[in-house]
């Protein structure tokens, strides 16, 4: 069976391994020069947001036989809004870095892959077509199903974020809701050593939102951060990404060519993650081509749940800081303090942004 991958990122590789443990060797195609030839990024993974699996790295792990080693166990999350500050504590997710550092998730996956990645790939998709059985869609973001008219783009986003030296306590992120500065849009800190962390800022592309300076916004969470935690930064490295798309495939599959990852459309448009999608889909297609199921089947509950958190993203679009201000407060307070620590373990099951979507619908409607 001729199988070729386009892009080997987190799910590329993930379909590879996957596809390798059922005796089919693909052929990998990256346009970069090695695996995560990139800036540095720490990213984190919360189960809370991939229900009904309690724990999401054990549970693929498990299942899948994929193995990621973390940088740390999330065990207690800093939310600051204007002018509140609240935590959710527990084993709630993990912290792992990507890019170009030894430990990222695509290094640790292609050490799991055995065949060879061929590398500074300028191969197009309509060949991959006629050369290959079945083609896997995985370069990152939606541009290809875009032009194959097979992709709804919600929302862009602009992103920047720096890599910071300071002192950090690398099972504790952080994330500001601060729409005076930041419209829209959020910012946050994830260590990925104790003396080094990245600090991000992103907010989508609206019309009120483009007029902004960005640089300005910038400076002015930067400030924020820096007064927040108490400590002056250096700044060692950067990134900004424009553009940044968050939609989904209208079908995960045409004909034999899978839309997995970012190009079926992983990000979860709520925060703005999507590792987990991204493993899953890889692994999903590899079953579907070695008939272990249907890639279609498979990928329902992630489609459902990208529609959840796209109902999530408009209800924290319409919320001002003050309601900000009012939920945030909230998380520290006795009775409700307990219950959501609970709810967002790793050791609930229940499904809170999909119980929740209705009523946030609701809200969404009562606001628009
Ligand atoms: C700043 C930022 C922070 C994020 N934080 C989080 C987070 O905290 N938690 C979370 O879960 N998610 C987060 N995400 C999202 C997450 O990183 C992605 O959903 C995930 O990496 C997507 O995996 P993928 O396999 O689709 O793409 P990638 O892992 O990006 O892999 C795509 C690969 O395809 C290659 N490629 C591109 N074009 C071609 C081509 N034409 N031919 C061959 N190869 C090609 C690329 O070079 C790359 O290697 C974040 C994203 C960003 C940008």
């Known amino acids: 069976m001729e199988v070729a991958i386009m892009g080997a990122g987190m799910s590329g590789l993930s379909c590879a391994i996957t596809l390798e443990k059922y005796g ?10 090695s695996v995560g030839d990139r800036f540095v990024n720490a990213e984190s993974m919360f189960s809370i947001l991939n229900r009904p699996v309690k724990d999401c ?3 693929i792990s498990k299942n899948y036989h994929i193995d990621l080693r973390h940088i740390d166990k ?8 204007k002018n509140e500050l609240g935590t959710i504590a527990g084993k709630i997710g993990y912290t792992n870095v990507r890019g170009r550092h030894e430990s990222s998730y695509e ?7 055995k065949c060879n990645i061929n590398f500074n790939s300028t191969y197009e998709y309509e060949k991959l077509c006629k050369d290959f059985e079945y083609v896997v869609l995985a370069t990152g973001d939606g541009e290809y199903a875009s032009h194959l008219g097979n992709y709804n783009c919600d929302l862009t986003c602009t992103i920047k974020g720096v890599t910071v030296q300071g002192e950090f306590v690398t099972s504790n992120p952080h994330v500001w809701f601060n729409y005076e500065i930041l419209p829209k849009g959020y910012a946050w800190l994830i260590p990925f050593s104790e003396k080094e962390a990245n600090l991000v800022i992103a907010y989508p592309d609206y ?8 640089n300005d916004m910038w400076g002015k969470f930067y400030s924020l951060v820096c007064k927040n935690l108490d400590q002056n930064f250096k700044i060692t490295d950067n990134f900004e990404i424009t553009r940044y798309m968050m939609g989904i495939c209208n079908k995960p599959k045409i004909d034999n060519t899978y839309f997995v990852g970012n190009c079926f459309g992983a990000i979860s448009p709520g925060l703005g993650f999507g590792q987990y999608t991204s493993i899953l889909t890889g692994i999903y297609s590899a079953y579907d081509i070695f008939g272990l199921g ?8 992630l489609l459902k749940n990208y529609k959840h958190s796209l109902v999530f993203r408009r209800f924290l679009e319409n919320l001002t800081d003050n309601e900000f201000d009012f939920h945030v407060k909230n998380l520290d307070k006795k009775v409700i303090d307990k219950l959501i620590d609970k709810i967002c373990s790793n050791n609930s099951s229940l499904d809170l942004l999909k119980l929740t979507t209705p009523i946030m619908r609701l809200w969404n409607d009562y606001k628009e």
Not at 107 to 113: A, M, R, T
Not at 207 to 214: A, E, G, S
């Open 24 to 33: 089919i060797t693909p052929t990998i195609f990256e346009k970069r020069n």
């Open 57 to 59: 790295m054990p549970y």
């Open 207 to 214: 019309p009120d939102n483009i007029k902004l300076d960005l």
């Open 107 to 113: 290094s640790q996956l292609e050490k799991q892959v």
């Open 294 to 301: 249907t890639y279609e089947e498979l990928t329902k509950p």
């Open 74 to 81: 999330v065990d207690k999350f800093f939310i600051h809004s």
